[in-house]
């Protein structure tokens, strides 16, 4: 599978995904640590994929998404933004219910 395709099905296939350095128990860079920390506070299960375990998708999702750095939160197939949107997100109270949202449709979904 070529590299962009499997990023799309990715994003196709997780309703909630984290772009990140590092694993959200384990981080490996600042940024990628409070994306995923911001996410974890929302209390709804969410996918990542390690970047610097695939080099080939760090390379390539920066094109695709027209977004040069990680993290990258993408949510129902649409890229949401990086660390600081993230972040800022997170402290107006707009984070939670987005993700929550998301996660309950598709519980529902996948319960029909």
């Known amino acids: 599978m070529e590299t962009l395709d499997k990023i799309k099905t990715q994003i196709a296939e997780n309703p909630i995904l984290l772009y990140m ?5 384990l981080p490996s860079c600042g ?3 409070q994306a995923s920390q911001a996410l974890m506070n929302c209390g709804q299960p969410f996918a990542y994929v390690d ?4 080099p080939d998708i760090r390379s390539e999702l920066p094109n695709y998404a027209d977004w ?4 990258q939160l993408w949510v129902d197939g649409e890229l949401v933004g990086g ?6 997100m997170f402290q107006k109270g ?3 219910p987005l993700v929550t949202q998301t996660a309950e449709k598709h ?4 319960a029909e």
Not at 21 to 25: L, M, Q, R, V
Not at 68 to 71: C, D, K, N, S, V
Not at 83 to 88: F, G, L, T, V, W
Not at 107 to 110: E, H, L, M, R, T
Request: charged share 25%; with cysteine; proline share 10%.
């Open 68 to 71: 040069p750095t990680f993290p």
């Open 94 to 96: 707009e984070l939670q």
């Open 107 to 110: 519980q529902k979904a996948d």
């Open 21 to 25: 350095k590092g694993s959200p128990k």
């Open 51 to 54: 970047i610097l375990q695939n």
């Open 31 to 33: 940024f990628s640590s």
């Open 83 to 88: 660390c600081d949107i993230i972040i800022e």
